[in-house]
């Protein structure tokens, strides 16, 4: 704290990301990247995009990219909204469309970053509660409310809403706008991506971080009716003209040309993940259904945060969340097999099984 910093800097709650850690050879199994990195197709874009001038500006609106996006969804360049990272997205969106008179509604489990959204552009919000199953049921969400937003599937529980359950809350919902963030959606969810031509007030956020094993170039985006999508510009045009530097363009637009390499990707990850629910249901876990690349696990007889400390002495990495009705899971990506393999190794030895 110092006396230079504004009462809006004294008041924050920043996030606190997952680990990167400086040392090599870790087992990293903590923040849901994607072990297999990107289609050789995006190396080689963004290596012929170095060899342009990058002493120009880059597209101010991406074009190109809104228009890759466009095509892979059946949608218009129109109706896409792009940002450095889904997370830049998802700060517009509170502040263009969710910061109303209503408070809005999320999960009191979910993506850590709303809350923190809310504290920075003071939009006031009301949690609603899982099911014992810590599943969202979207009922809960009938009340008035100045907007509503959840990823799907949801995170850290990698718990899956049907598509049916999304519509139906759409049609009771439709006065304020529903932002679906489905992060990880490609790893076994339904998009509502085709629900936007129905419901004006629905927008989608999806990243390339995951399925897409983007995340060091930073690339998000939303979906939606027009006038959202203009919300969006508005506010990122009065914060950042070039959000995405040509090196992510020209990146993520390769990531969208090869199809073939994100589905094989996607579809390990899934087999990785079956394989690893087994082998830890085998060891006592209770494994929550996940249709993400990570898994939400707790063990009866063995407390969340030691696993986590013995699985870091064995040079793996997973999450660990101390927050009320969670401090006793693990939130653990999906690696390699090889790496899944590791893990459940040094289980078997911490657990003496
Ligand atoms: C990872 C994640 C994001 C952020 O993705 P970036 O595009 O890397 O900023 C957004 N929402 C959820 C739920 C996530 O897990």
Redesign the pocket.
Known sequence: MSRFWSDVVKGLKPYVPGEQPKLANLVKLN??ENPYGPSPRVLEAIREATAESLKLYPDPNAEQLKLAIANYHGIEARNVFVGN??????AHIFLGLLKQARPILFPDI??S?YPVYCGLYQVEFETIALADDFSIRVNDYARPNGGIIF?NP??PTGCLVPLADIEALLKSNRDSVVAI?E??VDFGGESAIPLIAQYPNLLV?Q????SRSL?GL???FAVGHVDLIEALERVKNSFNSYPLDRLAIAGAVAAYEDREYFEQTCKAVIASRKKLVGELKALGFEVLPSAANFIFVRHPQHDAQESALALRQRSIIVRHFKLPRIEQFLRITVGTDEQCEALVAALKEMFGS
């Open positions: 923040t849901n990272g889904s997370d830049e997205v998802l979910t993506y970053f990823p949801n995170a963030d992060a990880y956020v990243t390339l971080s995951k995340a930073r690339v998000g």
